[in-house]
């Protein structure tokens, strides 16, 4: 029997439905995993159609051409002696699963169809998929003619099995199926199972490596030597377990699908073994300096754009969004210092330069990236400073802009209109011409963006468009505290996900790992929109006086809606003991229920909420993450009726116990 295997898994940046990039990446991934000596090479979950194509699943073309992806990587010489495991959506018998197609030699070995579907949060597999509910069964999966004329095959193997090559057993198990507590690889384990492969279609949270690490470790913790991929030392650990041993010969044994090809050489005795690896876990601080800047990155070079704006205020958010940028940079510097054509090529592209090598994140952000200050009369100089110094800190290019002009030639056509001149509260208006005035500047911002990020490069005789930046953060979402087609609409968010604690986090963290000292003062300055009036030249108005809620308790409100699934009365219950210490119950009553109507007055807000990098649990992005209603009855009167009754009954507890201690 052979000991020593080399296998591959790739982690491939596919496209949804882009067919001809999704085949050219697996193939190129086969040829390297064939050049460092693999014999087995797994991809990721639907790599051929591409994980992101929601409802064009339904469509019989992402099944055609995805056969007709299969037919070209069965008739590349590239695919030749090395198992290879690719995923694509199959339908057999009328119903569409999501499967993994292994071949070898341009015939097919196994098609195995995904037991455990992903259907929370951000997922709706159900939606378009059938889980494979019969355990250890195979069925005939008859072929379409385009893949016949190639294997020469009329029927395959579809269903719950395994692969048992001349050395070794291996099993497929597909993302969710590893979350399950029922994992597959527990009773393959038993059943002889050596090697587990579990590709994954799984996104990025923050902080959610540590659990994905842990359920890997919880597949390969009793032959932690399979990282070595040394099978002895797997055989021998587990025929030493009696109780282990005793469970596998009660074990209802897999189909195997017999595979005339080892993963070992025949002399493998001085064949190097790799070591475990040792994973290094990110702080939250780093998760955002580093996810977020990739997903700008693969955004702007999908999108064939020259770069990005932002309407840069000088606040924390818009701030940390800079600050994303520049890592974006520093990451695009540091792998083409190291090498990576592909990279280089991108950044040509969509610099308009074929000679351009990138060597300084500065030089490089200040030709991809523009920061515009928006200023109007209740804009404070110290704001203006910050993102000035900021700017000249990262290397942006910087525009300072005064939009008095256009916010009262609107105000002035309300006027001629309808013979009123709305007035800001401190001048004597009234709520709502407060308000409004408050929007008119919000949106004119919006509509100065887009006009700058189509013509600024124009202007400096460069070719191209901006993607538009939007910087709301999560928790402004969800208490609805940003104006409604103002600059949190644009083409994408990269702090959309992220709540306002960990944007001050990766705020304190820029200043120590990139030295941008201007974020200091920013770090320092009470939150605001600069929408009203200065007092006395200094900004009277901050976010969470106009919340009515700190970003400490939106986080905790947040999480309790989403994650702990909780609405009015069950949070109130919640947060009764956890805020013991500092809220009496009627505080807390009160605290809830002007969330809960903030929340609902303003959850129209979003059904247009700019697509964001998707970083937390309770987001409300209502897209794709939060599905709920944008139409409430915001007194919820039943629901704030049993709050009252609750806080009256704990009030009455409360003056009994005041009795007793006095008696």
Same mark, same amino acid.
């Given at each position: 029997?052979?000991?020593?295997? &080399? ?43 591409? #994980?992101?194509?929601?409802? +064009? ?7 055609? *051409? ?25 339908? +057999? ?43 250890? *069964? ?71 490596? *540590? ?8 597949? &390969? ?32 044994? #897999? ?26 876990? +990110? ?18 070079r999908r999108s064939k754009q020259a770069g990005f704006l932002l309407p840069l205020s000088g606040g924390i958010d818009s701030s940390a969004t800079a600050c994303i940028v520049y890592s ?199 939150? &605001? ?39 009015? #009365? ?23 229920? +002007? ?39 915001? &007194? ?28």
């Amino acid at each position: 029997m052979g000991r020593a295997v &080399t296998v591959a898994a790739c982690a491939l940046n596919q496209w949804a439905l882009d067919f001809e990039g999704n085949l050219k990446r697996i193939v190129r991934s086969i040829g390297i995993a064939k050049n460092n000596g693999a014999r087995y090479r797994l991809g990721p979950e639907l790599e051929i159609c591409g #994980y992101g194509c929601l409802d +064009h699943y339904y469509e019989s073309d992402t099944l055609l *051409h995805s056969f007709q992806v299969l037919a070209k990587l069965l008739e590349s010489p590239a695919t030749q002696d090395i198992i290879c495991d690719v995923g694509m959506p199959v339908l +057999h018998r009328n119903v569409r699963y999501n499967c993994r197609v292994i071949f070898l030699n341009k015939k097919i070995l196994l098609i195995r169809p995904k037991i455990s579907l992903a259907n929370t949060g951000n997922y709706r597999e159900l939606r378009w998929f059938t889980p494979w509910t019969k355990a250890r *069964h195979v069925e005939e999966y008859f072929l379409p003619r385009i893949i016949q004329e190639v294997t020469g095959q009329e029927t395959v193997p579809f269903g719950d099995a395994v692969l048992a090559t001349k050395d070794t057993c291996l099993g497929a198990e597909i993302c969710e199926e590893l979350w399950a507590p029922n994992s597959p690889h527990i009773e393959m384990g038993l059943d002889g199972v050596e090697i587990f492969a579990n590709s994954s279609g799984s996104h990025h949270v923050l902080r959610k490596a *540590h659990t994905r690490v842990d359920l890997v470790n919880s597949a &390969t913790a009793k032959e932690v030597l399979v990282a070595t991929l040394d099978l002895e030392d797997v055989r021998s650990y587990r025929a030493e377990i009696s109780s282990r041993n005793l469970a596998a010969s009660k074990v209802n044994p #897999y189909p195997r699908v017999k595979v005339n090809f080892a993963l070992s050489s025949s002399d493998d005795t001085a064949v190097p073994i790799c070591m475990p690896i040792q994973w290094r876990h +990110h702080s939250p601080e780093e998760e955002i300096s580093l996810g977020p800047a990739c997903w700008l990155w693969d955004y702007l070079r999908r999108s064939k754009q020259a770069g990005f704006l932002l309407p840069l205020s000088g606040g924390i958010d818009s701030s940390a969004t800079a600050c994303i940028v520049y890592s974006m940079c520093h990451q695009v510097c540091l792998a083409v210092k190291n090498g990576n054509a592909d990279v280089l090529a991108d950044v040509c592209r969509i610099v308009n330069d074929e000679t351009y090598v990138p060597e300084d994140p500065r030089e490089f952000c200040k030709r991809i990236f523009t920061t515009c200050y928006m200023a109007s009369e209740n804009s404070s100089q110290d704001t203006c400073n910050r993102a000035k110094l900021l700017a000249e800190q990262i290397g942006s290019y910087h525009i300072n802009l005064n939009i008095d002009a256009a916010v009262k030639a609107v105000v002035g056509i309300f006027s001629m209109v309808t013979g009123r001149t709305p007035l800001f509260s401190v001048f004597g208006g009234s709520k709502r011409e407060n308000l409004a005035l408050q929007n008119v500047q919000a949106r004119i911002r919006m509509v100065l963006a887009y006009l700058f990020a189509q013509l600024t490069l124009w202007t400096r005789g460069m070719p191209g468009g901006l993607l538009v930046l939007g910087s709301a953060n999560v928790d402004e979402s969800l208490r609805g505290y940003l104006t409604k087609y103002d600059c949190s609409s644009a083409d994408i968010n990269p702090i959309g996900g992220i709540s306002k604690t960990d944007l001050k986090n990766f705020i304190q963290y820029c200043i120590e790992n990139f030295h941008l000292t201007a974020l200091r003062s920013i770090m320092s300055a009470p939150p &605001t929109a600069e929408l009203e009036p200065l007092v006395d030249g200094q900004v009277a108005q901050t976010d969470e006086v106009d919340m009515g809620m700190t970003y400490a308790e939106l986080s905790i409100y947040g999480k309790l809606r989403k994650i702990a699934k909780a609405g009015p #009365y069950s949070m109130f219950c919640k947060l009764i003991n956890m805020w013991k210490e500092i809220c009496t119950p009627r505080e807390v009553a009160s605290k809830v229920k +002007h969330f809960f109507r903030m929340y609902s007055l303003n959850r129209h807000k979003m059904t247009t909420l700019t697509p964001s990098y998707h970083a937390e649990n309770y987001s409300p992005d209502d897209n794709r993450f939060d599905l709920r209603p944008f139409l409430y009855n915001t &007194t919820w009167s039943w629901q704030f009726r049993c709050i009252d009754k609750e806080v009256s009954k704990l009030g009455k507890k409360e003056e009994i116990s005041v009795v007793a201690d006095m008696d």
